[in-house]
């Protein structure tokens, strides 16, 4: 069936379309974009998309996601996963490697993405482990993992401490043209603790984690990047010195890109405040200064990338002591939403927002996405950014329910997605 998509507001940085047209698409391919487009009359093999006042962007992409599966299929499972990134308007996901068993290996690459071509609703990357079961130790077999499938390299949830080991990861992914993607954390000054150290960790008594601990082990990527050459992309970035850190990197010419996320720009410590364990993440949501730097850096160009971070948990383990809960939030269904605020404050425009979301992650990652070019995949989201709605996480189609902004009223969302042939109208579904 064709789809086309009328009088949409289309935003498109890869073509640098910002301006009122149609969209047409036939299965997963786009046919055409402009204005006016004819089609014949009465076609019942052709579905009219009414978008007026309504964007028609590209299908994000989240370069940073736990699908949990295999292993962990009580907090997430690829089938639920990618319905909750439907839902949120991601029309491709990178799941990174921190499952049970690791994906170490191109055995468990090889069952993530037959499982993801089984049972996915929008299409799922692979991130292979830099190191082997993710211990820091052994560089894991990289090759057979690329060949299998994987589009990037992490520890992501444990950081690579042996700089060596690092330095390797970085040399030898130069041969594939991949990204090594850092946690920056120093686990010997981050141990045990629990949230950003400062005024409130110690008001709530709870161990805190001092910014250093990301610092430091940005601006030690940073320096292996340097000597190597290799690609460094830095996650989660939440601290004002380590966007300055990048800043200073990219002007001297280093391969380096960087990622954030919508609580690292949205919200702060505050929101830790009795003892609320939906706002324990790791790195830590941190202070005013923190976000605002996130702003300008994501303003600037030094922060290329917002990432979702999703990471899903059983409410058994967010519904406990702060120090034993476990860090993360369920993001896929609120991200968009959450960062057309900075639309809405001037810190972005359109376009730069969708080529965070989009263009940016596939262009780093070396994925055929993020573009409504002719020809391209037919991966689109339609949003309706004057559209109201309260967060319900009971509503959520992930299976973590764990997010601090229940109850938020959020403006804006996607209303209709297209991915993989097939045409999501999110609130027909909703309903």
Do not use: W
């Not at 589009?151 to 080991?165: E, K, T, W």
């Not at 996650?235 to 391969?255: C, F, L, P, Q, Y």
């Not at 004057?386 to 229940?406: H, Q, W």
Request: hydrophobic share 40%; aromatic share 4%.
């Amino acid at each position: 069936m064709k789809v086309l998509i009328r009088n949409g507001h289309i935003v498109d940085p890869s073509q640098g379309l910002d301006s009122k047209g149609d969209l047409l698409v036939e299965g997963r391919t786009i046919l055409k974009t402009g204005k006016n487009i004819k089609v014949k009359a009465n076609d019942p093999e052709i579905r009219i998309v009414d978008a007026s006042g309504l964007y028609v962007m590209p299908g994000l992409v989240d370069m940073h996601v736990h699908l949990r599966e295999p292993g962990f299929e009580y907090k997430e499972t690829i089938r639920t996963g990618t319905l909750a990134a439907v839902r949120g308007g991601f029309t491709s996901v990178c799941c990174m490697p921190n499952t049970k068993p690791v994906n170490d290996n191109e055995t468990v690459t090889e069952f993530i993405l037959r499982k993801a071509f089984a049972e996915g609703s929008c299409y799922v990357y692979p991130i292979g482990a830099i190191t082997k079961g993710q211990e820091g130790a052994e560089l894991a077999e990289m090759g057979m993992m690329f060949d299998a499938g994987c589009i990037a390299f992490s520890d992501d949830g444990r950081p690579v401490m042996n700089s060596m080991i690092m330095r390797r990861a970085l040399e030898y992914t130069k041969v594939f043209g991949t990204p090594v993607i850092s946690h920056a954390e120093d686990s010997s000054l981050s141990a045990d603790g629990v949230m950003n150290e400062g005024r409130l960790s110690n008001l709530l008594g709870l161990k805190g984690i001092p910014r250093e601990a990301e610092i430091i082990m940005i601006k030690r990527d940073i320096d292996l990047a340097g000597l190597t050459g290799g690609r460094l992309h830095i996650a989660h970035i939440s601290t004002e010195e380590g966007v300055e850190a990048v800043r200073r990197a990219k002007s001297d010419g280093i391969n380096v890109t960087a990622e954030t996320c919508p609580h690292y720009f949205t919200t702060t410590e505050e929101l830790a405040m009795g003892y609320n364990t939906f706002a324990k993440v790791n790195p830590p949501l941190r202070t005013d200064r923190d976000v605002e730097a996130i702003k300008r850096g994501l303003s600037d160009g030094t922060i290329d990338v917002i990432a979702t971070d999703h990471a899903p948990h059983h409410q058994d383990e967010k519904l406990c002591e702060f120090d034993k809960a476990a860090p993360g939030i369920s993001g896929l269904e609120t991200a968009l939403s959450m960062s057309l605020g900075l639309v809405v404050q001037g810190v972005l425009d359109m376009n730069g927002l969708v080529s965070k979301m989009s263009l940016s992650p596939a262009s780093i990652l070396g994925l055929n996405k993020g573009t409504l070019s002719e020809g391209s995949d037919a991966d689109v989201v339609i949003v309706d950014r004057e559209a109201e709605f309260e967060v319900d996480c009971d509503r959520f189609l992930s299976k973590g329910k764990n997010t601090p902004f229940n109850g938020m009223i959020l403006k804006g969302r996607p209303v209709m997605t297209l991915c993989k042939g097939k045409v999501h109208d999110l609130m027909v579904d909703e309903r």
